[in-house]
């Protein structure tokens, strides 16, 4: 690991003018402790390309490891005892403090954590250093944008809007792709040298052709985090989706809206857990004539209708 200039992963510079010392800090910390410790709030982000920003040495070797694979706290151990390496008492302290820190994370936490670190003075830098190429484009659309789009080939692009993954309908790949385009003039603006910022901002101008705009969706679709199959959509029949969170029927438990799930369906209703349904408890009573074994299964056969899952091969006859 990093400690006097020596890490046992080689990780990059990083920039980062635009957060204040503490926000950045926080946003940093709980990414990093995310990404070692609860890997599982990370779903949803697509490729963390953008974890290079990262500007403390913990961080940028905690984003090294995580490329390697590296997801708990014995998987560190076991990859700093493999490099002939070892963890001094100071860096220690600081994993110990991440590991402490991932107890305690919740999913929105991450989300402020990954918002802050897309603010556009760490973005822009870091897209000014990308290839001018047509896949340099798409990688510039997965940074900015990639977070809300998924790709499957059989349904072609889909978006985040808060709550699940719609299918686009409404043209909102190719805004980002245009609002990404515009976004190469700042790069331009950002660049360390006259010739480079020329450069940027030719290509901007390129980049500004319908053909050059299709390339970029095209080379897009098939990055890391972006594509996704069918079988994967909806693929947890215990999720239930409401206008404000998603009900984890195994549990009963209403918890915030995440990309990770791959959510499509949406239902219209918010969850109450308080409420109560006379009109439904009315129906129970008088369609099964009081008889309680006959309610106990009928309400039974009516949760089983709530969820997705098909192992009970239920074919009732009335």
């Known amino acids: 690991m990093a400690q006097d200039g020596h890490s046992i992963v080689q990780t990059s510079n990083a920039f980062n003018p635009g957060l204040s010392a503490q926000d950045s800090g926080d946003a940093q910390c709980d990414l990093a402790a995310a990404m070692l410790f609860r890997p599982e ?16 040495p913990i961080h940028r070797d905690v984003a090294s490891l995580f490329k390697l694979g590296v997801r708990s706290s014995e998987q560190v151990q076991q990859t700093i005892r493999a490099s002939g390496d070892y963890i001094p008492g100071l860096l220690a302290d600081e994993f110990l403090g991440l590991e402490d820190l991932a107890i305690t994370l919740r999913h929105d936490h991450l989300e402020r954590a990954v918002t802050a670190l897309r603010t556009d003075d760490h973005i822009t830098y870091h897209l000014s250093q990308l290839p001018l190429t047509d896949y340099g484009n798409a990688q510039r659309l997965v940074v900015r944008h990639g977070h809300d789009l998924r790709y499957a080939k059989a349904l072609g692009w889909l978006q985040w809007d808060g709550r699940r993954w719609r299918r686009d309908d409404t043209g909102e790949v ?3 792709v245009k609002h990404t385009v515009r976004r190469i ?21 390129t980049s500004e052709s319908a053909h050059r705009m299709q390339k970029m969706r095209e080379v897009a679709w098939s990055e890391p985090g972006i594509t996704v199959t069918p079988d994967q959509l909806d693929a947890d029949p215990w999720l239930f989706n409401v206008l404000n969170g998603t009900i984890d029927l195994r549990t009963g438990e209403l918890r915030e809206h995440r990309r ?3 959510i499509t369906k949406l239902a219209p209703v918010e969850y109450d857990a308080e409420a109560t349904c006379p009109t439904f408890d009315r129906f129970i009573v008088e369609t099964t004539c009081g008889r309680e074994d006959v309610a106990a299964y009928l309400q039974q056969f009516l949760g089983i209708c709530l969820t997705g899952d098909i192992s009970e091969q239920v074919l009732p006859v009335w």
């Open 41 to 56: 709030l990370l779903d949803g982000y697509g490729d963390l390309v953008w974890a290079e920003l990262f500007t403390e």
């Open 174 to 176: 190719e805004r980002r």
């Open 185 to 205: 003039y700042e790069e331009a603006a950002a660049a360390d040298d006259d010739e480079k910022r020329m450069s940027l901002s030719d290509w901007a101008q």
């Open 260 to 262: 990770g799930d791959l």
